[in-house]
């Protein structure tokens, strides 16, 4: 963890650094931080996806969640709480940070996907595929785990809908500058997304004629509609929460019985050539019959480095076991293994990691 010492003046928190390592702070910028950590005048800010401690004079709760306002002055990083003006702008920060409540409360975890996932997909009869054609996307949109590759992984971050909005910007940007418009553009566009696929069944829902197929076949309506209607909040959960981050977050619907939760996170850790750019990929997993296990990779100059971390002593062991054989794997794929490491940690749940970059959850 990266240790600042900060004061407040006024209605300023001040970092005395010039850098936060892996954080961006742009002045003019307004980022939202929580405070993870208080014990007298020690505290530690989450930003970004980045904690860092800090000492400060104004007394602050645990859990409280402040936007900040980024200026700065000579070597000082200078964080404006934004609450702290007229009436108007507390009113406005209160009704945010509510709205931001509220979105993380749209974040569903696997079971809840999974079973709205069936209950959609079931829910595609012929009159609804009839008007639209690409509600198969739906049906085979959570892909088993045992279907996992690199290709899958892209395409099916690519068309989560995390990106929808971004995808259409581009298409009208485009039209912008050269004056043209395909139609057969757009439509492949919403086609190939999971967003613009439930946002057009959630119209085509409410067409009395589709009301009444649905219902001959046993399906209600208005349930249909409300499952439609968390899938796309859940994406939207993920979207919000990238913007006042700097990072791209979703979610991927990969099918893994086994498997409680999981996260993914990658992040670039700068460097100087592309030959000795650093990346990082951290996987947490959480897996009912061994519990908890995480895996750091890191690559740099076309090395990579492996840690696992579990709090099981039996799959320790069969990890132990199967180093070698992971080594043979590295070298049948091509790529170099340059250090191996396999460790027992109990309470990994609880464990706090610092990490920032592309946020995924399975």
């Known amino acids: 963890m990266n240790k600042f010492i900060a004061g407040r ?110 209950f959609i997909k079931n829910s595609i009869i012929d009159t ?65 997304d999971l967003k613009g696929v439930l946002l057009r069944l959630r119209e085509v829902i409410k067409d009395p004629v589709i009301e009444k197929s649905l219902a001959e076949r046993g399906i209600k309506p208005g349930d249909l509609l409300a499952a439609v209607d968390k899938f796309i909040k859940n994406i939207e959960h993920y979207q919000l929460h990238s913007r006042p981050d700097e990072s791209l977050q979703g979610f991927l619907p990969f099918l893994w019985n086994e498997l409680r939760d999981a996260d993914i996170v990658f992040r670039d850790q700068g460097g100087g050539s592309n030959s000795e750019k650093a990346l990082c990929c951290l996987v947490k997993l959480d897996i009912e019959s061994i519990g908890n296990v995480h895996v750091w990779v890191f690559m740099q100059s076309n090395l990579f480095h492996l840690r696992f971390i579990t709090e099981s002593s039996t799959f320790l062991k069969r990890l132990r076991d199967s180093s070698e054989a992971l080594n043979e794997q590295f070298k049948a794929a091509g790529l170099k293994l340059g250090s191996l490491e396999i460790d027992y940690e109990e309470g990994l749940k609880d464990k706090r990691t610092d990490y920032n970059g592309l946020n995924l959850r399975i």
């Open 128 to 192: 609804v595929q009839e008007r639209i054609p690409a509600a198969s996307l739906l049906k085979g949109f959570f892909a088993g785990f045992e279907e996992i590759s690199g290709s899958l992984l892209k395409d099916t971050l690519n068309s989560s809908g995390i990106l929808f909005e971004t995808k259409l910007k581009h298409l009208l940007l485009r039209y912008t500058h050269d004056g043209t418009l395909d139609n057969l553009q757009v439509e492949e566009l919403v086609r190939g």
């Open 9 to 118: 003046t006024g209605k300023f928190i001040n970092v005395i650094r010039k850098e936060i390592p892996f954080l961006t702070l742009k002045e003019g910028h307004i980022v939202k931080a929580r405070v993870l950590y208080v014990k007298g005048s020690s505290v530690s800010l989450k930003v970004r996806n980045r904690v860092f401690e800090a000492k400060t004079e104004v007394p602050l709760r645990l859990n409280e969640r402040l936007l900040l306002k980024v200026e700065k002055r000579d070597d000082t990083i200078r964080l404006r709480v934004v609450n702290g003006g007229s009436g108007n702008v507390q009113s406005i920060q209160k009704k945010i940070l509510s709205f931001l409540e509220v979105i993380d409360s749209e974040k569903l975890n696997l079971k809840e996907l999974t079973a709205l996932q069936s």
